[in-house]
């Protein structure tokens, strides 16, 4: 058990750093111009990976379970990163994290069986979520309370899909991590190809350095899905589920770090209460 939360842990790391590097950004960057990177960048490992692995082609189910996982991430990071380049950080990210209720559900409705100690970690570290994206109680402008409900409900948008795609990703975790990666970043590759085909974005002038960086946000994101793989085939799907999208950890932190965020008591509560949770889960 403990081996498995670790390496969900691990992954909602790389995923929380991805996320914030590739939404910091979309706020300069046309949004299919950092999603095709960085998605484009996990295509090319997941080739290497799957040549490397030699593993055949799993059975139907995994493989439509591994391309949908793909969709349901596109249509997420979309609405995320739109949500982490127009709101506050420290908000968007936890409320981004409650869609875990939807695998949770899933894994007790198949069948998982949860120790009570386990129960309390996961409704601390949803509560700690629900805290973490409380809005400092100062007065806001007309315009910025506009654009912070519209980032929450981009955020609340991006939580449905990532929750799809973790109840999709088990189901293709058992046909090999490898395809997984490999047919979920064939259809997240190819939902940014329409995105960009519609939008038509502008050439970003300063590509080069950009391109480095989002490169490397592409690389992390790869590693999460992989780490969150080989969790989902060695452990329960509503405790996988539940460690691996403690992600917004990460991203307030560096919000706070990097960009001077602020977080309130309530919001600093909350993200105290996610890492309790995940001790609990890890009993």
């Given amino acids: 058990m403990l081996t498995t939360v670790l390496l969900a842990l691990a992954a909602s790391a790389c995923w929380g750093t991805a996320d914030f590097t590739s939404g910091l950004k979309a706020r300069s960057m046309p949004l299919g111009v950092v999603l095709l990177i960085s998605q484009g960048v996990g295509l ?34 979309a609405c995320f990163y739109r949500a982490l380049a127009t709101g506050t950080m420290s908000v968007v990210a936890p409320v981004a994290a409650t869609g875990v209720a939807i695998p949770v559900l899933a894994g007790v409705l198949g069948g998982d ?51 799809g795609y973790f109840l999709l990703a088990h189901i293709g975790a058992r046909g090999g991590v ?9 259809t997240s590759v190819a939902g940014v190809l329409a995105i960009v085909a519609v939008a038509r974005p502008s050439r970003p002038r300063r590509l080069r350095g ?17 780490l969150y793989g080989i969790a989902n ?15 917004p950890v990460a991203t307030v932190l560096l919000a706070r770090r990097v960009l001077g965020e602020r ?3 309530a ?11 995940v001790a609990l889960i890890a009993t």
């Fill in 44 to 77: 090319l490992l997941a080739v290497v990976v799957l040549l490397a692995s030699g593993r055949a082609i799993p059975s139907g189910g995994p493989v439509a379970a591994s391309l949908g996982a793909g969709l349901c991430v596109i249509a997420g990071l």
């Fill in 113 to 163: 069986h949860l120790a009570s100690v386990q129960l309390v970690g996961m409704g601390a570290a949803l509560a700690g979520v629900v805290l973490a994206s409380r809005r400092p109680g100062e007065r806001a402008l007309a315009t910025a309370a506009r654009a912070h409900r519209d980032a929450v409900a981009l955020a609340l948008a991006s939580a449905v899909a990532f929750g």
């Fill in 178 to 186: 490898a395809w997984l990666l490999l047919l979920s970043h064939v």
């Fill in 210 to 226: 950009d391109l480095v960086v989002l490169a490397l946000a592409g690389m992390l994101d790869f590693a999460a899905t992989g």
């Fill in 233 to 247: 085939h060695r452990g329960q799907l509503s405790i996988v589920a539940v460690a691996g999208s403690l992600y």
């Fill in 263 to 265: 977080l309130i008591r």
């Fill in 267 to 277: 919001q600093a509560a909350g993200v105290f209460l996610a890492l309790a949770g």
